[in-house]
């Protein structure tokens, strides 16, 4: 089911949270080591080895097949991971147009979204119509999957939690812009 936030962000039932939450702690270790040679990394990108990149792409490609008109997945491009908390945080507007040249639809997913802070930011008026909000703020929650077209402008919010939260990246590429099967809009 899928639970739309506007015509460029969309919730959907993602249950995986248990899951995730067994690969937390190796994460965030890796990530922190990896934060110690380079001060400069932002995220992490999963290998393409790792059990999350074999079992959770076809889990995100069917909710995109069931809700949406694309072409056939080109290649799974994994996962790039965001950890923060509250100290440790990058917050700038960014979209995936240069990263993933066949990128359509991004996604993200989160194991523990802080209850203070963490919101994600979406710039949402691409044709500056006056009468569209330029920008929504949303709350992630668990167990939900938001899906957006990759152009969007988007950051992640400061927390104010101390615990670490883990941001799952992923883009679904085609060889087509998406619709929406509900809405029959282009992304």
Do not use: A
Not at 25 to 34: G, K, V
Not at 39 to 44: E, F, Q, R
Not at 64 to 78: A, E
Request: net charge positive; hydrophobic share 30%.
């Amino acid at each position: 089911m899928v639970n739309v936030i506007h015509k460029f962000i969309h919730e959907y039932d993602f249950p995986y949270h248990d899951y995730l939450k067994i690969y937390k702690e190796e994460l965030i270790s890796n990530y922190l080591r990896q934060k110690e040679f380079d001060k400069s990394i932002t995220d992490l990108q999963l290998p393409m080895s790792h059990p999350l990149n074999i079992f959770l792409p076809s889990k995100l490609n069917k909710i995109v097949k069931k809700n949406y008109w694309t072409g056939k997945p080109l290649t799974n491009y994994g996962f790039r991971i965001y950890i923060q908390n509250n100290i440790n945080n990058t917050s700038f507007y960014h979209n995936h147009i240069n990263e993933y040249q066949t990128s359509s639809i991004s996604g993200v997913f989160y194991t523990d979204p802080p209850k203070d802070g963490g919101e994600i930011s979406f710039l949402v008026n691409p044709d500056n119509h006056p009468d569209s909000p330029k920008e929504i703020i949303i709350k992630p929650k668990q167990n939900k999957l938001y899906l957006f077209p990759y152009w969007i402008f988007h950051k992640p919010l400061p927390q104010k939690d101390e615990e670490y939260r883990i941001c799952f990246n992923w883009v679904h590429g085609s060889p087509t812009r998406p619709i929406h099967k509900l809405e029959t809009i282009t992304w």
